[in-house]
């Protein structure tokens, strides 16, 4: 089984400003930069997790079967079905985003 690490407990100061703060920092850089920032903040196992997760949340978006997602990531239908979940109760702004990078994903495909 795998761990993953945990967020520790003790309380930082203005919690929402630093995470904004982050956003911002993100959205400066290049593309490029983006991808070495993230490549020394990550781990290669959390950049897995992510690009795994963020596949689900687009396949399911696409109607593909619970099966089907799990034999192409290896993951189970457990977690398929936690981020199922957290599809259908998401704000309607996050769908438009999925199905903008699932039609993108459907173009390249095409070529």
Do not use: C
Request: overall charge positive; hydrophobic content about 40%.
């Amino acid at each position: 089984m795998i761990t993953l690490p945990k967020l520790s407990k003790k309380i930082v100061k203005e919690e929402d400003r630093l995470v904004r703060k982050f956003w911002e920092d993100i959205n400066t850089v290049s593309p490029e930069e983006r991808t070495t920032y993230f490549e020394h903040l990550l781990t290669p196992t959390e950049v897995m997790m992510l690009a795994k997760r963020a596949a689900i949340f687009k396949d399911l978006i696409n109607k593909r079967s619970y099966v089907d997602i799990s034999g192409e990531y290896g993951v189970g239908v457990n977690t398929i079905s936690r981020i199922s979940n957290t599809l259908h109760q998401a704000l309607p702004d996050f769908i438009v985003i999925l199905t903008k990078l699932g039609a993108k994903e459907e173009k390249k495909s095409w070529f």
